[in-house]
């Protein structure tokens, strides 16, 4: 097959282009730090790239469930350690008042005092945590217990956190379970105990309804602290996918820009070959041809 000059030409201007392309498509790369700056620079890459973006998204939500499921425990956590501060002190009154050696006037101190506790823990029973009741499950009231100490919970409604695939945590915690709930509940109870302190009724036979409230405050506090555990874990688990999958992502985006160099000098050197080649080839004029 006899070769012309015009196909001569027209090789040297393909590898030209060809090189020059692969010299724009290196610069960009270097440039922006991504290997898959468009996805038709490579379609099965950027499927692939896509699929582990999206994973990693899920993974930074399930993050950031755990970090709220976080604040709402701490928040829980905390309160029913002042609750049970508070019930414990109730219950040194309520032996205290049981006393026979405890003066009318000794009585009404500790009558007074434990009114005082009574508002108080009716005030943590309504602890919130961005807003939210963390006591009352969905109830959109912004109080758990009323003033005349109805729950405004609904049985079974409670704040869940998803924190991963196949893994929920409940967050808040049983009102009604810690504080019971109308006639049945610790404030009632306390009520109960300061109008027999001031009519000077013997309160020791309260002793006991005190006692299991305690158990139920401590029995919550640590269904709370198991939760906790539970995101703890939670944390590490996603934490380790987190550097799983940002490793398999750099691993298909990112650019090595030390390979990227070592290919674009390459490339810049077969660039000025393939125009060194065509300058003696491809003659320039008709004298240059004729000679």
Not at 19 to 31: F, S
Not at 56 to 81: F, P
Not at 152 to 163: D, F, K, L, N, S
Request: net charge negative; glycine share 8%; no cysteine.
């Amino acid at each position: 097959m006899r070769i012309t000059n015009q196909m001569q030409a027209s090789f040297v201007t393909r590898s030209m282009q060809a090189n020059l392309a692969r010299m724009a498509e290196l610069q960009e790369q270097g440039t922006s730090g991504r290997r898959l700056v468009r996805a038709s620079t490579d379609p099965s890459s950027a499927a692939d790239a896509l699929l582990v973006r999206n994973q990693l998204a899920t993974e930074k939500q399930y993050e950031r469930n755990i970090a709220n499921g976080e604040g709402w425990l701490a928040t829980i956590d905390s309160t029913l350690g002042t609750v049970t501060d508070i019930v414990q002190r109730v219950r040194d009154l309520v032996i205290q008042g049981a006393s026979d050696t405890t003066s009318a006037d000794g009585r009404e101190a500790i009558a007074v005092e434990i009114d005082e506790l009574r508002t108080e823990l009716l005030r943590q029973s309504n602890t919130t945590y961005l807003g939210r009741t963390v006591f009352a499950g969905t109830s959109d009231e912004g109080v758990a217990f009323r003033d005349d100490y109805t729950f405004t919970g609904t049985a079974g409604a409670t704040v869940e956190r998803r924190i991963g695939i196949d893994s929920t945590v409940q967050v808040d915690a049983d009102g009604a379970a810690v504080f019971g709930q109308g006639p049945g509940s610790v404030f009632a109870l306390l009520d109960t105990v300061v109008a027999d302190l001031r009519t000077g009724t013997n309160v020791g036979n309260h002793l006991a309804a005190v006692d299991s409230r305690l158990s139920a405050v401590l029995t919550q506090h640590t269904v709370a602290g198991a939760r906790q555990s539970q995101l703890e874990r939670a944390t590490d688990t996603n934490s380790g996918n987190q550097v799983s999958l940002e490793a398999r992502r750099a691993g298909i985006e990112d650019v090595d820009i030390a390979e990227i160099a070592i290919d674009l000098q390459l490339k810049q050197v077969a660039y000025q070959a393939t125009l060194s080649i065509g300058a003696n080839i491809l003659q320039p004029t008709l004298m240059d041809f004729l000679r």
